[in-house]
T-cell receptor, first 113, second 113 residues
Framework: NAGVTQTPKFQVLKTGQSMTLQCAQDMNHNSMYWYRQDPGMGLRLIYYSASEGTTDKGEVPNGYNVSRLNKREFSLRLESAAPSQTSVYFC????????????FGSGTRLTVV | RKEVEQDPGPFNVPEGATVAFNCTYSNSASQSFFWYRQDCRKEPKLLMS???SGNEDGRFTAQLNRASQYISLLIRDSKLSDSATYLCVVNFPGSGNTGKLIFGQGTTLQVKP
C-alpha cells in the first residue's frame, strides 16, 4: 500500500547508545519531516527536508541528525541517546507547499533508559 | 503564548450529541489550516482542511475566523467511533514552499453510550 513506512516500530536504548530511525515514502513526495510527540506537548518538528538534497532544523533539533538519502528516504539519527529523547517519533511527507496536509508514518516508540 | 492553542479536554459527550472544538493561532500570516484526528497510539490522520468560507464533510463542519484567528470543528450526531484526539494544525508562517506545519496539543473527545 502507498504511504509512509517507518522502522522500527519500537526500540529501547540505553543512555549513550546510538540508533537510526528509518523513513521511506512511495508517493513521490518532495518534502519530508520528523516530529516527536510527548504527552501535553503536541507534535514538535525536529528536522525537515523540503526537497531532495536539502535539510533544515525545526523546533527541537538538538541531539539529532538527519539524512535525506534520496527522494524516498529520510532518516533520523540519535548519536548519543538521552532519557529526554524518550518519545514517539513520526515521519511525514507532503507533495507541495503544505496546502494538502501530511501523510504520517505509523510512528516509532522509543524508550531511553 | 503557544502558536496553536487548544483546550485539551477531555470532552465527554453522549452518543448523538453535538460537540464543538475551538483552536486559536498566534500568527496572522498563517494560510493553511487543518483538523487531524489521532486515535490512541496511532499516527495522526487528516480529517479535513479548513477553508475561509467554511466547509462541511458529512457530520463534520470546519470554520475559520481570520479576524479573530480561530478555527472551529463541529461534530454533529456524535458516534462512539468519533472518540479520539483532534489536532488543530496551521502552516508555519513564512515557510514558503517548505510545507512546515504547527500542531496544537489536541483536544480529547470521549463519546459515551
Amino acid at each position: 500500500n502507498a504511504g509512509v513506512t517507518q522502522t522500527p516500530k519500537f526500540q529501547v536504548l540505553k543512555t549513550g547508545q546510538s540508533m537510526t530511525l528509518q523513513c521511506a515514502q512511495d508517493m513521490n513526495h518532495n518534502s519530508m519531516y520528523w516530529y516527536r510527540q510527548d504527552p501535553g506537548m503536541g507534535l514538535r518538528l525536529i528536522y525537515y527536508s523540503a526537497s531532495e538534497g536539502t535539510t533544515d532544523k525545526g523546533e527541537v533539533p538538538n541531539g539529532y541528525n538527519v539524512s535525506r538519502l534520496n527522494k524516498r528516504e529520510f532518516s533520523l539519527r540519535l548519536e548519543s541517546a538521552a532519557p529526554s529523547q524518550t518519545s514517539v517519533y513520526f515521519c511525514a511527507s507532503i507533495q507541495g507547499g503544505g496546502g494538502y496536509g501530511y501523510t504520517f508514518g505509523s510512528g516509532t516508540r522509543l524508550t531511553v533508559v | 503564548r503557544k502558536e496553536v492553542e487548544q483546550d485539551p479536554g477531555p470532552f465527554n459527550v453522549p452518543e448523538g450529541a453535538t460537540v464543538a472544538f475551538n483552536c486559536t493561532y498566534s500568527n496572522s500570516a498563517s494560510q493553511s489550516f487543518f483538523w487531524y484526528r489521532q486515535d490512541c497510539r496511532k499516527e495522526p490522520k487528516l480529517l479535513m482542511s479548513v477553508y475561509s468560507s467554511g466547509n462541511e464533510d458529512g457530520r463534520f463542519t470546519a470554520q475559520l475566523n481570520r479576524a479573530s484567528q480561530y478555527i472551529s470543528l463541529l461534530i454533529r450526531d456524535s458516534k462512539l467511533s468519533d472518540s479520539a484526539t483532534y489536532l488543530c494544525v496551521v502552516n508555519f508562517p513564512g515557510s514558503g514552499n517548505t510545507g512546515k506545519l504547527i500542531f496544537g496539543q489536541g483536544t480529547t473527545l470521549q463519546v459515551k453510550p
